[in-house]
């Protein structure tokens, strides 16, 4: 039903051949519906030796040797142009796998060259050669401390594509994530959790060894992740008595086709011991998923302006218990004038492994501004000191003014968050009706 | 509006027509249930199984020869016979993803008792998004020759067809989409035969953020082509669980039994006439002929009493005289439940002009009513006095009042109520949360959000507006009353 295309992480099977009854717990007959691709061979042939080998068909990759340099060009251009054949005979062939295929996942950063530049090239490919199909592309933004000198290059380039060929992004931060599972070393190392905590909880990798960890957290933060999608795709793949289909959250979240840039938060993030929790241990996690601590990113929705806010719930958890929380916590939150009761629910009976329920939260709000207006700032710094520009203006297709675009496209979304934040504080009124004779 | 004043009153005349030709048969006509998207799967089997079970309920508080001839009555209406004699119900499902009518149909089986049938449902992989552009224009019109050819087979079964109920909610983008689509072609295809939408009508705090703009083009759609619209409120069902049901985490499933019980209390057979004791042929037709004189007006909202949980109800009883007066209360004074009804509200003294004419803003008014039905259910029903709906207060002055009140009756109790009663009205009871709906939409739409959403599929900016027009001219209308 869906189809990722991954620099990472899977979620969607199809089944190799007869297609027969599956045998429990074994996934060897079971393929990803996915496309790897790196213009590196490193992670993709770990991936290969690791334990999910049998899950990728090997023949849905698509590797070079030498890698992008982190440079948005060589990877949109340079690759792009190289590799676009195969990539589209690779993605049509899964195609056809699909009885109905609904959407592509993207996952990518923003900073490097290949997911940056290849990535968003393949946004384009994706457009013109599946118009119908959804576009989700989960973007790893830089941090303030990242290695890279040139992701803001990459970044803004790429922002550019987002703004155009994506119908949503959700961008996430290594930071955020790192803060997330540092507060879960903390939680389960101080005891606090005590014998609540499950070694093997899905929300970490390895089986409780922390040291492990801490020498590679990537795991740990991707897993999270990981996590992210599932509970993204939990309603469409379970049931419930209110389900939500991935079409739905581009229909509900994004009320015009430029602000497409979804924040997210995840709660809870570690695993809970009891099965049954009374609804004051339930009315807590809707609180935490309104809580910075959460998200998926650094941005501070409940200052800024909300558009709209989906809630996607999982486990034991009943409309009334969904309705008493939004109640709540509507009060602290702001909405945007012609879009006060802008909520979408949905209810999965299926709580992820582990857990007795789960909240995902997706809102669509002005607070990722800072995080465009940061980035925008660092090209500037950058691009005016030209530090780097000849190895990007040297490759074929490359011009100032594809950075000049770019960088004018940035403005324009940051002006159009810059217009609702400046209805803010406005009193919301209702506006004069039809008159209509009787 | 509408093509023909005069077609409401005429089909029941058709339908009283066959009845009397048809004299000396005394087998109840046949309804066909189509269930749209998810939510109006997951109430019609409630549906389906509260009125099977109320029919086999072995008290029923009658003679056993009257207790066969309600079952016959309720099972001709509403189920066909299989050939292993378990019941089929007379229904089409249909849904643009295949999760709920697969548990929809094992559930139905699970219970042993009565079932759907193999081939009745229709299911796609994709959805619609929560979009009724997509739902209406793109859905209906590829799946257009599936479903009424599903329709088709479930109605040649039928001895007798008196019409069709489509449930449906207007939140989403299949049950509101594609069910205006498919009550479309039901009106160019069986013209002679009754629809009546059970639609379901979403909480004012978000189900789905587009919810508005998919109620406005549902109503207008709706308006044109139904026959009546029987309105549900998620939020008027959710504080009946609260309050009366006292159930502690209110859940779909329980806001969906409420609903069915109300739907089930209305339709279950009742003798045809004063003094009968033959189970009415016709209720569709009968209730469409009582309550919507005019097409204008086609808003009808059901209440009932009492309504408790099962605990409770051990210990209560009620007389004929407190349950009709708490229900003309509640008319009056539009409650939906029979607690916290305002009894400071009166009609206005007869022969003096109403208090001034109804404004949406207006906190305390007076519920004129254009029509209304009583049934009643149980234990001496015969001996009901229901005179005091009879008051010309309560109309407004186009009916005469002898047209404007009808009641239904039958000695049968309901489910487990030694007496209960319904009420279907068609008043000013449904302008305020409609005109909360249109409030919201118009909003959300002078600003333009969502709009690419809609157009992307066809449906205009001028579609919005038509419908606009449409719905603020039938909260006039009913304001004006």
């Given at each position: 039903?869906?189809?990722?295309?991954?620099?990472?992480?899977?979620?969607?099977?199809?089944?190799?051949?007869?297609?027969?009854?599956?045998?429990?717990?074994?996934?060897?007959?079971?393929?990803?519906?996915?496309?790897?691709?790196?213009?590196?061979?490193?992670?993709?042939?770990?991936?290969?030796?690791?334990?999910?080998?049998?899950?990728?068909?090997?023949?849905?990759?698509?590797?070079?040797?030498?890698?992008?340099?982190?440079?948005?060009?060589?990877?949109?251009?340079?690759?792009?142009?190289?590799?676009?054949?195969?990539?589209?005979?690779?993605?049509?062939?899964?195609?056809?796998?699909?009885?109905?295929?609904?959407?592509?996942?993207?996952?990518?950063?923003?900073?490097?060259?290949?997911?940056?530049?290849?990535?968003?090239?393949?946004?384009?490919?994706?457009?013109?050669?599946?118009?119908?199909?959804?576009?989700?592309?989960?973007?790893?933004?830089?941090?303030?401390?990242?290695?890279?000198?040139?992701?803001?290059?990459?970044?803004?380039?790429?922002?550019?594509?987002?703004?155009?060929?994506?119908?949503?992004?959700?961008?996430?931060?290594?930071?955020?994530?790192?803060?997330?599972?540092?507060?879960?070393?903390?939680?389960?190392?101080?005891?606090?959790?005590?014998?609540?905590?499950?070694?093997?909880?899905?929300?970490?990798?390895?089986?409780?060894?922390?040291?492990?960890?801490?020498?590679?957290?990537?795991?740990?933060?991707?897993?999270?992740?990981?996590?992210?999608?599932?509970?993204?795709?939990?309603?469409?793949?379970?049931?419930?008595?209110?389900?939500?289909?991935?079409?739905?959250?581009?229909?509900?979240?994004?009320?015009?086709?430029?602000?497409?840039?979804?924040?997210?938060?995840?709660?809870?993030?570690?695993?809970?011991?009891?099965?049954?929790?009374?609804?004051?241990?339930?009315?807590?996690?809707?609180?935490?998923?309104?809580?910075?601590?959460?998200?998926?990113?650094?941005?501070?929705?409940?200052?800024?302006?909300?558009?709209?806010?989906?809630?996607?719930?999982?486990?034991?958890?009943?409309?009334?218990?969904?309705?008493?929380?939004?109640?709540?916590?509507?009060?602290?939150?702001?909405?945007?004038?012609?879009?006060?009761?802008?909520?979408?629910?949905?209810?999965?009976?299926?709580?992820?492994?582990?857990?007795?329920?789960?909240?995902?939260?997706?809102?669509?709000?002005?607070?990722?501004?800072?995080?465009?207006?940061?980035?925008?700032?660092?090209?500037?710094?950058?691009?005016?000191?030209?530090?780097?520009?000849?190895?990007?203006?040297?490759?074929?297709?490359?011009?100032?003014?594809?950075?000049?675009?770019?960088?004018?496209?940035?403005?324009?979304?940051?002006?159009?968050?810059?217009?609702?934040?400046?209805?803010?504080?406005?009193?919301?009124?209702?506006?004069?009706?039809?008159?209509?004779?009787? | 509006?509408?093509?023909?004043?005069?077609?409401?009153?005429?089909?029941?005349?058709?339908?009283?027509?066959?009845?009397?030709v048809c004299f000396g048969l005394f087998l109840s006509m046949s309804i066909v249930t189509v269930q749209l998207g998810q939510c109006g799967n997951q109430i019609g089997f409630e549906v389906f199984d509260a009125l099977f079970n109320d029919s086999h309920c072995p008290r029923g508080l009658c003679s056993k020869k009257e207790n066969e001839a309600y079952q016959a009555s309720c099972k001709?209406?509403?189920?066909?016979?299989?050939?292993?004699?378990?019941?089929?119900?007379?229904?089409?499902?249909?849904?643009?993803?295949?999760?709920?009518?697969?548990?929809?149909?094992?559930?139905?089986?699970?219970?042993?008792?009565?079932?759907?049938?193999?081939?009745?449902?229709?299911?796609?992989?994709?959805?619609?998004?929560?979009?009724?552009?997509?739902?209406?224009?793109?859905?209906?019109?590829?799946?257009?020759?599936?479903?009424?050819?599903?329709?088709?087979?479930?109605?040649?079964?039928?001895?007798?067809?008196?019409?069709?109920?489509?449930?449906?909610?207007?939140?989403?983008?299949?049950?509101?989409?594609?069910?205006?689509?498919?009550?479309?072609?039901?009106?160019?295809?069986?013209?002679?035969?009754?629809?009546?939408?059970?639609?379901?009508?979403?909480?004012?705090?978000?189900?789905?953020?587009?919810?508005?703009?998919?109620?406005?083009?549902?109503?207008?759609?709706?308006?044109?082509?139904?026959?009546?619209?029987?309105?549900?409120?998620?939020?008027?069902?959710?504080?009946?669980?609260?309050?009366?049901?006292?159930?502690?985490?209110?859940?779909?499933?329980?806001?969906?039994?409420?609903?069915?019980?109300?739907?089930?209390?209305?339709?279950?057979?009742?003798?045809?006439?004063?003094?009968?004791?033959?189970?009415?042929?016709?209720?569709?037709?009968?209730?469409?002929?009582?309550?919507?004189?005019?097409?204008?007006?086609?808003?009808?909202g059901v209440r009932n009493i009492p309504q408790m949980s099962e605990n409770s109800l051990a210990y209560s009883t009620f007389t004929w005289a407190g349950l009709l007066k708490h229900l003309r209360q509640m008319l009056?004074?539009?409650?939906?439940?029979?607690?916290?009804?305002?009894?400071?509200?009166?009609?206005?003294?007869?022969?003096?002009?109403?208090?001034?004419?109804?404004?949406?803003?207006?906190?305390?008014?007076?519920?004129?009513?254009?029509?209304?039905?009583?049934?009643?259910?149980?234990?001496?029903?015969?001996?009901?006095?229901?005179?005091?709906?009879?008051?010309?207060?309560?109309?407004?002055?186009?009916?005469?009042?002898?047209?404007?009140?009808?009641?239904?009756?039958?000695?049968?109790?309901?489910?487990?109520?030694?007496?209960?009663?319904?009420?279907?009205?068609?008043?000013?009871?449904?302008?305020?949360?409609?005109?909360?709906?249109?409030?919201?939409?118009?909003?959300?739409?002078?600003?333009?959000?969502?709009?690419?959403?809609?157009?992307?599929?066809?449906?205009?900016?001028?579609?919005?507006?038509?419908?606009?027009?449409?719905?603020?001219?039938?909260?006039?209308?009913?304001?004006?009353?």
């Open positions: 039903m869906g189809y990722l295309m991954t620099f990472s992480h899977v979620l969607s099977f199809r089944v190799v051949g007869d297609g027969g009854s599956i045998s429990k717990g074994k996934i060897c007959s079971l393929k990803a519906r996915a496309v790897l691709i790196d213009m590196e061979e490193g992670v993709v042939n770990e991936i290969l030796q690791g334990p999910l080998r049998d899950v990728f068909d090997s023949k849905q990759l698509i590797t070079d040797i030498s890698g992008s340099g982190n440079n948005w060009a060589v990877g949109h251009k340079v690759f792009g142009s190289l590799y676009q054949e195969k990539i589209l005979e690779k993605l049509r062939k899964s195609a056809e796998h699909c009885d109905c295929l609904q959407c592509f996942f993207i996952i990518h950063s923003m900073g490097g060259g290949t997911g940056s530049g290849l990535g968003t090239f393949l946004l384009k490919v994706l457009e013109d050669e599946f118009p119908e199909v959804y576009r989700f592309v989960t973007s790893i933004y830089p941090s303030g401390e990242d290695d890279v000198i040139t992701s803001p290059y990459n970044s803004i380039l790429a922002m550019k594509e987002l703004n155009e060929h994506a119908d949503c992004v959700l961008p996430i931060d290594n930071q955020s994530l790192f803060d997330i599972i540092s507060k879960i070393d903390v939680m389960v190392n101080s005891g606090k959790l005590g014998a609540a905590i499950k070694p093997k909880s899905l929300v970490t990798s390895s089986t409780g060894v922390f040291k492990k960890r801490q020498e590679k957290p990537f795991d740990a933060m991707n897993n999270i992740v990981a996590n992210l999608l599932l509970n993204l795709t939990s309603s469409a793949r379970f049931e419930g008595s209110l389900n939500m289909d991935l079409n739905e959250i581009s229909m509900n979240l994004v009320p015009f086709p430029q602000l497409h840039y979804l924040v997210s938060s995840l709660t809870p993030l570690y695993t809970l011991a009891d099965v049954n929790i009374p609804p004051r241990r339930l009315d807590q996690m809707f609180s935490d998923a309104f809580s910075k601590d959460h998200q998926l990113i650094r941005a501070d929705p409940r200052h800024s302006l909300y558009l709209a806010c989906a809630l996607m719930v999982r486990g034991n958890v009943q409309i009334s218990d969904l309705r008493r929380n939004i109640e709540r916590l509507k009060p602290s939150l702001q909405f945007v004038s012609w879009n006060q009761e802008g909520w979408k629910t949905s209810l999965c009976s299926v709580p992820p492994v582990g857990h007795s329920h789960s909240l995902l939260a997706l809102a669509n709000n002005t607070c990722v501004k800072p995080t465009f207006v940061e980035l925008k700032e660092r090209f500037i710094r950058l691009y005016k000191k030209k530090a780097h520009l000849h190895h990007y203006l040297q490759i074929e297709g490359m011009e100032e003014s594809c950075f000049s675009e770019a960088v004018s496209s940035l403005s324009a979304l940051i002006q159009e968050y810059n217009q609702l934040d400046a209805t803010k504080s406005m009193p919301v009124e209702d506006l004069p009706r039809l008159n209509v004779a009787v | 509006m509408g093509n023909g004043h005069a077609q409401c009153r005429h089909l029941g005349q058709i339908a009283h027509f066959f009845e009397g001709e209406r509403f189920f066909s016979e299989e050939e292993n004699g378990v019941p089929l119900a007379r229904a089409v499902l249909v849904d643009m993803e295949p999760k709920v009518i697969n548990q929809t149909l094992s559930k139905a089986a699970r219970s042993g008792r009565w079932k759907y049938g193999q081939h009745s449902c229709f299911c796609q992989k994709q959805g619609s998004g929560n979009n009724w552009a997509y739902g209406y224009s793109v859905h209906g019109p590829r799946h257009e020759e599936s479903i009424m050819n599903l329709i088709r087979k479930e109605v040649e079964k039928c001895d007798s067809l008196s019409g069709f109920f489509i449930i449906m909610s207007m939140a989403g983008g299949t049950g509101s989409g594609l069910g205006a689509f498919v009550t479309q072609n039901l009106q160019d295809q069986y013209s002679s035969a009754l629809k009546m939408n059970q639609i379901i009508w979403p909480y004012g705090t978000g189900e789905v953020i587009v919810q508005n703009y998919n109620s406005i083009l549902t109503l207008s759609h709706l308006y044109r082509s139904s026959d009546a619209l029987l309105v549900h409120e998620n939020d008027a069902v959710h504080k009946i669980c609260a309050k009366l049901m006292n159930i502690k985490q209110i859940s779909f499933c329980d806001i969906n039994q409420v609903l069915a019980h109300q739907l089930g209390s209305v339709f279950q057979p009742t003798y045809s006439g004063e003094g009968s004791f033959h189970y009415r042929r016709n209720p569709l037709g009968d209730l469409m002929e009582n309550l919507v004189p005019h097409p204008e007006f086609k808003m009808l009056i004074s539009n409650a939906k439940m029979e607690e916290g009804i305002d009894w400071q509200v009166r009609p206005p003294l007869s022969g003096l002009p109403p208090l001034g004419k109804m404004s949406v803003n207006r906190e305390i008014h007076f519920n004129t009513s254009i029509a209304n039905l009583v049934i009643l259910r149980g234990k001496d029903a015969h001996s009901a006095d229901v005179g005091a709906f009879k008051d010309p207060a309560l109309y407004t002055s186009w009916l005469e009042p002898v047209h404007a009140f009808n009641v239904w009756k039958t000695q049968r109790a309901f489910r487990k109520y030694e007496r209960s009663a319904a009420l279907v009205s068609n008043s000013q009871s449904l302008v305020k949360p409609l005109d909360r709906i249109v409030g919201k939409a118009w909003n959300m739409f002078a600003s333009r959000a969502y709009l690419h959403q809609y157009t992307k599929f066809g449906i205009e900016e001028e579609d919005f507006l038509d419908s606009f027009t449409l719905l603020e001219q039938v909260i006039a209308s009913y304001c004006n009353l």
